[in-house]
DNA sequence: AATTAAAATACAATCGATTGCATTTTAATA
DNA sequence: TATTAAAATGCAATCGATTGTATTTTAATT
C-alpha cells in the first residue's frame, strides 16, 4: 500500500511555480491570481493533498484549539458543559480537546501539561476533587495561555471563573427543606478544599442560623460523594441511631445512593425523610421518588466560559483583567421533598 | 507580562553547546554523557524549558495520538467505551483525543478531516445516524492511518471491527419476551442503514419465526431511538389501538420513553406490556420498574479496539489483515419482564 | 608517548507550511 | 511605444525539534 504523502511542494512542482504561491492559493490569500489559484486548488484535490496543521501550526504559532480538562464525561452536567463550549468554540472556528481527570491529581497534572505541550490556544477546567493546588497551571501561566475555570474553580485570585452562586443555592436547598417541616438536616459534603463543596457548606450553615436551627457538626458527613458514598452514608446514620428528617447531598449521585438505600429499609421519602441533591442529573426525573434538586445551566456556563477564554485568547498582547462570571442557578421541586411534614 | 518561551537552542547557548546534544539529553539518549544530561536537565528545569510537541511531531511524523469519534458522550455505553480507550491508550503511552459527532454527518466529516489534518496515528470509530457513505474516511485510507470501529460499524469489508453479536442479542431479547409470554411484541428500531439495528432487527425476526410468531411490518417502528421517540411511538401505538404485549426497543433510551408513557397512561408493566432495551444505560436500574436490557461490554469493546488499533499503529510497514472481533453481551433480566403473562 | 577504539559532541539537513521582502509580469497611462 | 504603478509570483528564512553523519574528546592499550 503506498501511502500518500502529498505537501505544497509536491503540488509546486507539479505547476512549475513555488510553493509560497501554492500555500497562499489554499488559504485563498488575495496575493494571487484567480486563475492560478484555480489551478492549484484542481491540482490539489487531484492530488490528494491534505494540510499538515503540525506543520501550519508550528509555523504560525496558533493551534485554534483550545483545551478543556474536567472530573468526567459521564456526569450530565459535565456533558452539557461540553456542549455550550463546543457550539461557541465551533462558531468561532476553534476546535475542542477534551479530557477527563477522573477525580485524579496525577492525570490532571499530566493532562494540563500535554495540551501545555500541543500548544493549545487556551484552557477550560474544573478541577479534581483531589486538587489542592494549583502549581500544575504554571506551565499555562507562563506561557501566557489564557485559562479559565467553570464550576470547581479556585479560590486565588487572578483567574477567570465561571460559576454559579454556590453558597445561595446551599442556602436555597436548606431553606427548601426548612419550610417543609425539617428541622434536623443532615448534609453530604464534598471534600472542603473545593470552593464549590465549601460553599454549599456554609449556605446550609447559613440557613439553619437564619431558621434558628442548631448546627451540628456531626449532621455534616464529608466524602467524594459517589453513590456508594451516599449508600453507606445513609446506612451508617440508621445504624448510629441519629435522628434525623432530612439530607441535603451537595451532589446528585450520592441523593440517589440516599434514596437506593432509604427505599431498601423501607423508609418513606418524603414521609419519613426529604432529600435534596445538587446538579439536575437526569437520573434525578426517573428515579422513584423523583429528587429535588439545584439545576445548573451546563450549557450556558459552556457557553460564556468559552465566550470569555476566547476573549482572552484573541487580546493576548494586552492581557485582560480576570473575569469571574456568576450564572442563576434555582431550586426544581420534585417528590422527594414533597409533602410538609 | 512576559511569555515563556524557551527553546533547546535557548538552553544549548546558555550552556555553549549544540542543541542537538540538548535535543538528545532530553529524550535521555545514551549518546550523552551523564555529567552533561544533569547540567541540561537543570538548566531546562531552571529556564522553565516546555517541549514543543508540534515540532518534535512533526519532525517526527508521529503524534502519539488516537482519535476516537462516537455520537455522544453523555451515553453511559460510549462512555465506558472510552474509559477502556484511555486505559489502554495510557498504558502504551498513547494520547486520546475524544469527538462526538452528536448523531450528524457533517459533524463527523469535518471531526475525521481535522484529525487527518492534525496526523493522529490512528482513529477509532462508531458512526452516527446520518452516516450511509464511509468517503470521509478516504482521508485516513489514503494516508495508512489505522482505522477500528465499534458498535456502529460498517458493512463494507476492509475494516477492523469490534463488536457484539447484535442479530444474537436481538434474537435473546426477543426470545426473552416470548418466554415471558409475549406473543405480540412490538420492536423500536434505528435506521437500517446501520448495521446494528439491521442485524438486531433481524435477530428479532428470526425469534419470532422459531417461535412460529407471525412477523408483522407494522410492529416494527424505525426511529432515532430518542427519548420523545420512544415516548411519541408508544403514544400512538396505544392510539392507533394496536394491540401488543411487548416491546423490544433497540436502545434503552427509547425504551425509558415508553415506559414514562405507559406508566403516564396507567398501564401496568411488565403485567400488561413486557418492555426490553438495550445497552444497559445506568437509568434502566433506577426507572421503575427496572429495564431488562442487554448488557454490552463497553470497557472490554474500548480496550480490544484500541488493542487492534495499536496493533495497527505498530505493524504500519507491512499493513494487516482486517480483523473483526466479537464480544459477549448478555440478558440482564429486570422488573419489566418480571411475570409471565 | 603513540595508537586506536569508543564515547561524546557538533554540524547540518529535515519535517511542511508560512510570510516578509524581492523580483517579475501585467496592465494602465501618457 | 515608453513609463510606471499595481498585481502576481518567487526567494529564502523561519517555526522548534530530530537525526544521520562527521568530528572531536576521552580513555584504554601497547
Given at each position: 500500500m503506498e501511502v500518500n504523502k502529498v505537501t505544497i511542494h509536491d503540488i509546486a512542482r507539479a505547476l512549475d511555480i513555488n510553493s509560497s504561491t501554492v500555500s497562499r492559493a489554499l488559504s485563498d490569500?488575495?496575493?494571487?491570481a484567480k486563475k492560478t489559484k484555480d489551478r492549484i486548488l484542481k491540482k490539489a484535490q487531484e492530488m490528494g493533498y491534505q494540510r499538515n496543521l503540525l506543520a501550519s501550526n508550528l509555523r504560525k504559532n496558533i493551534t485554534n484549539t483550545i483545551g478543556v480538562v474536567l472530573?468526567?464525561?459521564?456526569r450530565h452536567f459535565f456533558s452539557s458543559v461540553i456542549q455550550g463550549i463546543e457550539e461557541a468554540a465551533y462558531q468561532e472556528g476553534y476546535n475542542v480537546m477534551i479530557c477527563q481527570s477522573l477525580e485524579q491529581y496525577e492525570r490532571e497534572k499530566n493532562i494540563i501539561e500535554t495540551l501545555a505541550a500541543n500548544r493549545v490556544d487556551g484552557v477550560i477546567v474544573s478541577i479534581?476533587?483531589?486538587?489542592?493546588?494549583?502549581?500544575?497551571f504554571e506551565c499555562l501561566k507562563s506561557r501566557g495561555v489564557p485559562l479559565v475555570f467553570f464550576d470547581?474553580?479556585?479560590?486565588?485570585?487572578g483567574y477567570n471563573n465561571v460559576l454559579i452562586d454556590d453558597f445561595q443555592a446551599g442556602f436555597d436547598a436548606t431553606q427548601h427543606l426548612i419550610e417543609k417541616g425539617c428541622k434536623k438536616i443532615i448534609h453530604f459534603s464534598?471534600?472542603?478544599?473545593l470552593e464549590i463543596y465549601k460553599n454549599r457548606f456554609e449556605g446550609y450553615k447559613a440557613a439553619l442560623i437564619k431558621n434558628d436551627l442548631p448546627f451540628r457538626s456531626d449532621y455534616v458527613i464529608k466524602t467524594r460523594l459517589n453513590e456508594v458514598d451516599g449508600i453507606a452514608n445513609t446506612k451508617k446514620l440508621l445504624n448510629d441511631k441519629l435522628?434525623?428528617?432530612a439530607i441535603f447531598s451537595a451532589n446528585d449521585v450520592a441523593a440517589i445512593g440516599a434514596i437506593k438505600c432509604l427505599n431498601e429499609e423501607g423508609i418513606?421519602?418524603?414521609?419519613d425523610i426529604s432529600i435534596v441533591g445538587f446538579s439536575?442529573?437526569?437520573i434525578s426525573t426517573v428515579i422513584n421518588p423523583t429528587l429535588t434538586t439545584i439545576n445548573q445551566p451546563g450549557v450556558e456556563m459552556g457557553q460564556r466560559a468559552t465566550e470569555l477564554l476566547l476573549k482572552n485568547i484573541q487580546n493576548k498582547k494586552a492581557p485582560l483583567k480576570p473575569e469571574t462570571i456568576i450564572l442563576d442557578s434555582s431550586l426544581i421541586d420534585r417528590e422527594s421533598t414533597g409533602k410538609s411534614h
Open positions: 490569500s488575495p496575493r494571487v472530573p468526567r464525561i459521564s479534581s476533587m483531589e486538587t489542592v493546588d494549583y502549581n500544575h470547581r474553580h479556585c479560590d486565588i485570585p464534598g471534600p472542603q478544599e435522628e434525623f428528617d418513606r421519602i418524603p414521609d439536575n442529573e437526569p
